[in-house]
């Protein structure tokens, strides 16, 4: 999945204007500027559309982590993951929102995709262990739909 539709849908979820995007990403000490931000945000194919690089989008996630759930001075900050996969969006997804196995079946669930306990716990297993299961893009937007409707109420 692009980063550009991760991004787009957090915004969507959170209800918050470009401005405070960049104010989320400078969280974990990266510099983006909001034109740019807006361009990320212009759909595929329109024009003005710009390609949100991993970079930026890891220090996204890491800043999302950190704005709700605040910053604890007693850890160093994350270290930024490259390249972003969609099984990392979901585990740092997981973390900024403080989601358990059972919300997330629930999420998964309130858009119809059934997922067992050991195929959702394969998704957050280390790349190249025995059970690691990659996350495909459908399920990622099942679960970026799901969460929308979960925080906004919808």
Do not use: W
Not at 91 to 115: G, H, N, P, Y
């Amino acid at each position: 999945m692009i980063n550009n539709d991760v991004l787009r849908s957090v915004r969507y979820m959170l209800a918050i204007n470009d401005a405070k995007m960049v104010a989320i990403v400078k969280l974990d000490d990266f510099d983006v500027d909001v034109a740019a931000m807006g361009a990320y945000m212009v759909k595929e194919g329109e024009p003005g559309f710009e390609p949100c690089p991993d970079e930026v989008m890891a220090h996204f996630l890491n800043g999302l982590v950190l704005f709700k759930r605040g910053k604890d001075d007693k850890f160093p900050p994350p270290a930024i993951e490259l390249p972003i996969t969609n099984n990392l969006v979901l585990k740092k997804l997981r973390v900024a929102f403080e989601l358990k196995d059972i919300d997330l079946q629930q999420i998964f669930t309130s858009v119809d995709f059934r997922i067992s306990k050991p195929e959702l716990s394969a998704l957050f297993r280390k790349e190249g262990t025995k059970n690691y299961r990659p996350c495909g893009d459908q399920m990622l937007r099942y679960f970026l739909k799901g969460l929308a409707q979960r925080l906004r109420g919808a």
